[in-house]
């Protein structure tokens, strides 16, 4: 029945905001040259330009984990759609003869990385209150296919729109569509099953029985404390895992279309082409990755369903990176980093998943903590890459630099227990008469 689905559709539309954000995302990297051209930048400024956007999104990745823990991802959610709408938009009000047009960019991009930043901790918001823990692994899968669909449509979209109405076209359209779906998120979702009047008793009933015993709500605590996160081992570890991983993923977001038309000398129509190829390979691999966890965890637990498949995902990404670097053919280079690409986020539902679960009522703030770490690596190779390259004077460096951290992100995994709760870290360290039950009140 439709109505015992009511969680997937609200899957589906975050599925849909994760495609939009990425369009608004990665268009600057198709529209990179022109932009560039007529402002007249150097790679190692566009590099400048890309990282700003990292950076404010992942300074605020926590904050907004908070806020999304506080006012709820129906809102907050609506609230960010705006705000990146408004930004994407602004950038194109810019011209060549505006005096410090560079540190306008950069400032325009930092703040739509702000704006950005809610989408993921309100989404894991979503998926604490409305997934059972048996189906995590595949809806965070789903959500983060989303990734993949938007920076896959965007290389041939961008440049169609580019090619016969101008970059600043390209940057309105983004803006449009991400307001349609933030209206249609805020008309159709709400913050949990008791609160949407869609639900059907038997769902609300399935998600509730599903859902992971949540420490911290039996303890009578609102939300963690930030100490609790941050000195929390197993969110450390997922964190510099994460880190990793926003480093490889970075790659393709900020430099692989400049790296094959610049570099490997293929044309406008080839390189949004092949450009298209690691994109398509994240969103099959992520919710395969989500799939496979759900049924690994079913059968032999969360350490091998979510710890283990990300270890293994992460390796094989650093494998077909560093191979792509030796490849002399343009076209099986971009097959080797399409292979590199669907492995990582093979691994992808784990992270979300992982914090989900650790996180409970606090998910949001978790999983923002574990984002900001994922962004500060994007950020890092945003500005790297083109300075690797340039100081080695050959791209393979960089990629082996990429290649090089995920093997240690996927170690990172072989020292998490994903069964931890965040509420016993705490109690550990504020002390054992500092958290009590309802009972012991009693």
Not at 231 to 245: K, P, Q
Not at 400 to 416: H, N, P, R
Request: net charge positive; proline share 4%; aromatic share 14%.
């Amino acid at each position: 029945m439709l109505r015992d689905r009511t969680r997937w559709i609200l899957i589906f539309l975050i599925f849909v905001i994760s495609a939009v954000a990425y369009l608004d995302r990665v268009n600057i990297s198709i529209a990179g040259r022109a932009i560039a051209n007529e402002f007249h930048l150097s790679n190692q400024q566009l590099g400048w330009i890309f990282s700003a956007f990292v950076l404010g999104y992942a300074f605020a990745q926590a904050p907004a984990g908070r806020l999304a823990d506080r006012i709820g991802p129906r809102l907050i959610l609506l609230l960010g759609v705006f705000w990146w709408a408004v930004f994407t938009t602004l950038i194109t009000t810019l011209s060549s003869s505006i005096a410090l047009v560079l540190p306008l960019l950069i400032a325009i991009r930092f703040l739509l990385g702000v704006g950005e930043a809610v989408v993921y901790p309100a989404s894991n918001c979503v998926v604490a209150s409305w997934i059972p823990s048996s189906e995590r692994g595949i809806a965070n899968g789903f959500i983060f296919s989303g990734v993949g669909f938007g920076a896959g449509v965007t290389p041939p979209l961008i440049t169609y729109v580019m090619s016969h109405y101008g970059w600043r076209a390209a940057f309105w359209c983004s803006s449009a569509l991400g307001i349609v779906i933030g209206l249609i998120w805020y008309a159709v979702a709400r913050n949990s099953p008791q609160q949407h009047p869609g639900v059907s008793e038997r769902e609300r009933e399935y998600i509730e029985h599903g859902k992971p015993e949540d420490s911290s709500k039996a303890a009578g605590i609102e939300k963690a404390e930030w100490r609790s996160i941050f000195l929390n081992r197993d969110i450390l570890m997922v964190t510099f895992s994460y880190f990793a991983y926003g480093y490889a993923a970075y790659i393709f977001f900020s430099w692989f279309f400049i790296y094959l038309s610049d570099v490997r000398h293929l044309d406008l129509k080839q390189s949004s082409f092949y450009t298209m190829l690691p994109f398509m390979a994240m969103a099959i691999g992520s919710p395969l990755g989500g799939w496979i966890s759900d049924r690994l965890t079913k059968a032999a637990g969360k350490r091998v369903g979510r710890c283990v498949l990300a270890c293994v995902g992460m390796a094989f990404s650093a494998l077909f990176i560093a191979l792509s670097a030796q490849v002399a053919s343009a076209q099986v280079a971009s097959l080797m980093l399409a292979g590199g690409a669907g492995a990582l986020y093979i691994s992808q539902s784990s992270f979300w998943s992982v914090t989900a679960d650790v996180g409970g009522r606090s998910a949001g703030s978790v999983s923002g903590v574990m984002n900001m770490g994922g962004q500060f690596g994007g950020a890092l190779t945003a500005s790297l890459t083109p300075w690797i390259a340039d100081r080695f004077h050959s791209w393979p460096p960089s990629f082996l630099t990429a290649a090089g951290l995920c093997a240690l992100g996927a170690l990172a995994w072989l020292f998490v227990n994903p069964d931890a709760k965040l509420a016993s870290r705490a109690q550990a360290l504020l002390g054992p008469e500092s958290v009590t039950t309802p009972s012991e009140r009693a």
